[in-house]
């Protein structure tokens, strides 16, 4: 039996580290080999203790695998352990489950207050210009989109709360104070990177 730890591992800057733990049973009489695909599982290959891309590997033949100054061309990454019992003559292998490498290189905030104060008046997105072909998606409580921009912070500019979709629905103007829900698509073309969804607070100034 073998447990993985972490499955996914998130990452917000090139240059992390990272170590994945495996829990083995039994741990004695046993080999054990880390393995790596870049296609999503369709293809393995064998992990070595080296150096590539600047990106430092230790433990491939260990429990533990750990990496060091991940370079950005290992997001998406699945990694998996394989456990040998060489003492048997069948030599069965087990396999761990997959842990995921996925390097989220920009922050999202949870809220911001169009105020008109100069202070965090926008939606402000850290990193999000790095991703050419970004498209966000925002809706309100009964699931209508009140937002939608395409190359956000590169040709839209940032959001301050205003409707621009369903405005015969909505009207035009400032959002009410509340909680929306966010899906932001990177845009890399990836089938297996999944849209970022989370939340977002509209904060209002008291009257």
């Known amino acids: 039996m073998i447990t993985l730890h972490p499955d996914d591992l998130y990452l917000y800057d090139e240059g992390d580290s990272i170590v994945m733990t495996a829990g083995v ?13 870049e296609d999503d599982g369709v293809t393995w290959y064998s992990q070595m203790d080296n150096t590539l891309s600047g990106t430092i590997f230790t433990g491939s033949q260990s429990a533990q695998l750990s990496l060091y100054n991940i370079d950005k061309q290992f997001d998406n990454y699945l990694f ?4 040998t019992t060489p003492a048997y003559a ?11 490498i996925i390097l989220r290189e920009i922050f999202i905030p949870n809220g911001f207050s169009p105020d008109d104060d100069g202070i965090n008046d926008t939606w ?9 072909e970004n498209h966000i998606e925002v809706y309100n409580r009964w699931e209508v989109k009140v937002y939608e921009a395409d190359n956000y912070q590169i040709v839209t500019p940032e959001w301050d709360g205003t409707v621009n979709v369903n405005t015969l629905l909505l009207g035009t103007g400032q959002l009410p104070e509340g ?6 698509d990177l845009g890399e073309g990836k089938a297996s990177r999944k849209p970022i969804k989370g939340y977002v607070y509209i904060r209002k100034p008291n009257r």
């Open 25 to 37: 049973t039994p741990q004695t009489g046993v080999t054990y080999q880390w393995q790596y695909s």
């Open 80 to 83: 998996r352990l394989v456990v």
């Open 90 to 100: 069948c030599g069965d292998s087990i396999y761990s489950d997959n842990a995921r």
């Open 124 to 132: 402000h997105i850290t990193g999000i210009d790095r991703y050419q």
């Open 179 to 184: 909680t929306y829900f966010y899906i932001i």
